[in-house]
């Protein structure tokens, strides 16, 4: 799918439901097939089985959103010729890295899971970041802790201009700040309160239904334009989404902005 700006973003969303049970049955089966033996072995260092399982989850949203992005290009790799790596220090560790064969071009990669599913977002050019959430209740103080004034205000505008539930506001807002923080790789050197936004602008509807959120009666889709509080970091454009109890952000910066 496109974003504001043109730029083409390839998202997969898989439900932790079917990778549970093939990690279950068999480990070395149907997921060797699109995991590499690498890429299992890294799934070991979560010792809680449901951590395991939302890490393999994620690898396998990757591994369909490269295939399918490379496969638009006219490319015939298959899951095993792609790696799936991570920064393993500094305030971008765990940051997803892709490998490809010599000569294929270049992508960026974002991986998020929340519940019972796992996404994850690539791009040919530039850089992405994803966040994906359960819409629930938050507790007291939640608001004042993450969000700065002016994004609250802008929160409880957007809840009232589209009649959404607070919890509903509250989560997609989260969703926002931790794919902008994903995107412009501050990390923890910044709190969140520190890497914000004064708003968006809507640029219309999503053009594809986004499996397991928005195809069901109710849910929201919407291509926007970010306001960021640092002007310096470029456009930001993207997507934002509620649906089937889950909302979901995804990002995106041009490459000049990125580097």
Not at 75 to 102: H, K, N, Y
Not at 159 to 167: F, V
Not at 209 to 217: E, F, Q
Request: neutral net charge.
């Amino acid at each position: 799918m496109s974003v504001p700006g043109g730029q083409a973003l390839t998202v997969a969303v898989v439900p932790l439901a079917p990778v549970r049970l093939a990690w279950e049955s068999h480990p070395g089966g149907p997921l060797a097939a699109v995991l590499t033996q690498a890429e299992l072995a890294v799934s070991g260092m979560h010792r809680v089985p449901a951590r395991r399982v939302a890490h393999l989850a994620g690898r396998v949203a990757a591994k369909s959103a490269l295939l399918h992005q490379l496969r638009a290009q006219g490319s015939r790799l298959t899951a095993l010729d792609l790696g799936i790596t991570q920064v393993m220090a500094g305030p971008e560790q765990g940051r997803p890295v892709v490998q490809l064969p010599p000569g294929t071009p270049g992508c960026d990669l974002s991986i998020t899971h929340s519940q019972e599913l796992a996404a994850a977002v690539t791009t040919r050019e530039g850089r992405v970041g994803v966040d994906l959430e359960g819409v629930r209740p938050r507790g007291p103080g939640f608001q004042e802790e993450v969000f700065t004034a002016a994004e609250q205000d802008w929160l409880l505008h957007w809840q009232r201009l589209h009649g959404r539930e607070p919890e509903e506001l509250w989560s997609l807002g989260w969703c926002l700040k931790e794919a902008l923080v994903k995107l412009t790789g501050h990390g923890l050197r910044d709190s969140l309160q520190q890497v914000g936004f004064s708003g968006w602008t809507e640029e219309g509807g999503v053009p594809a239904v986004i499996p397991c959120i928005t195809d069901a009666p109710g849910a929201y889709a919407r291509r926007i334009t970010l306001h960021p509080n640092r002007p310096e970091q470029g456009p930001v454009t993207g997507l934002l989404a509620l649906g089937r109890g889950h909302a979901l952000a995804v990002l995106h910066v041009p490459e000049a902005s990125a580097t």
